[in-house]
């Protein structure tokens, strides 16, 4: 089955890089996302990267993905006060019964210091 | 475009009540997927509906519910409530052309069961 394991905490520095990583089990993964969650929010998305891809960029956000390890991270650039959350790694995949459903990890709490 | 809406955002209900949540999705969306957060559990995909048919189910107790409506709003519905499914649920919408497709949140609902 499906399966999608975070590191629980990362601390930096203001204006330092951040990296997240995940890592999935499933390998008819076809897409995977990163969501971010601020206290008492929901999830915003903040970049995808399809299963045929190596890597995405978007602004301060890298994503790569290394499909053979099934490992993907999320790289955040000059990282601010402001990008203190937390941070969710999903897949899903194409297959039919598969419609609706994301799979996350438990998530990566990321905290910035000034 | 006005973003995914959950309403009630707060609620706070007794053991044994039944519970209806609503969400609204993003315009010209017809696919709405519900999720259950904990900090136990993290997140869990309830079920996902499209066209008003339910197309995927995640592994929770028949006490959890929905329906889609016409105009694609959906409601979940939890009966006879226990202390454990005091949660944030989440729904999130897509186009619903394909099994991956991207998925926008709403801010969800925090239910209190007492």
């Known amino acids: 089955g499906e399966d999608v394991e975070q590191s629980l905490f990362l601390s930096v520095r203001e204006g330092d890089s951040s990296v997240i990583n995940c890592t999935y089990t499933d390998s008819s993964s076809t897409y995977l996302y990163w969501y971010k969650q601020e206290p008492g929010a929901g999830l915003q998305l903040l970049t995808y990267?399809?299963?045929?891809?190596d890597m995405k960029q978007d602004q301060r956000l890298t994503v790569l993905l290394n499909k053979k390890d099934k490992h993907l991270s999320l790289r955040i650039a000059d990282t601010q006060t402001g990008d203190s959350a937390i941070y969710f790694c999903?897949?899903?995949?194409?297959?039919?019964?598969?419609?609706?459903?994301?799979?996350f990890g438990q998530g990566t709490i990321l905290t910035v210091h000034p | 475009k006005a973003g995914v809406t959950q309403t009630p955002r707060y609620l706070i209900k007794t053991r044994g009540q039944q519970v209806t949540l609503s969400c609204s999705p993003i315009?010209?969306?017809?696919?709405v997927s519900w999720y259950q957060q904990t900090p136990g559990q993290g997140l869990q995909f309830l079920f996902e509906?499209?066209?008003?048919?339910?197309?995927n189910k995640g592994n929770f107790p028949g006490r959890f519910s929905g329906r889609q409506f016409s105009n694609s709003r959906s409601e979940m519905n939890v009966s006879t409530l226990e202390l454990g499914d005091s949660a944030l649920y989440l729904c999130?919408?897509?186009?619903?052309?394909?099994?991956?497709?991207?998925?926008?949140f709403g801010p969800g609902t925090r239910l209190l069961v007492l």
């Open positions: 999130a919408s897509s186009t619903g052309q394909g099994a991956g497709e991207t998925q926008y």
């Open positions: 315009s010209g969306h017809r696919s």
């Open positions: 990267i399809f299963s045929n891809m």
């Open positions: 509906y499209f066209s008003e048919t339910q197309r």
């Open positions: 999903a897949e899903s995949n194409a297959g039919g019964t598969s419609y609706g459903k994301l799979t």
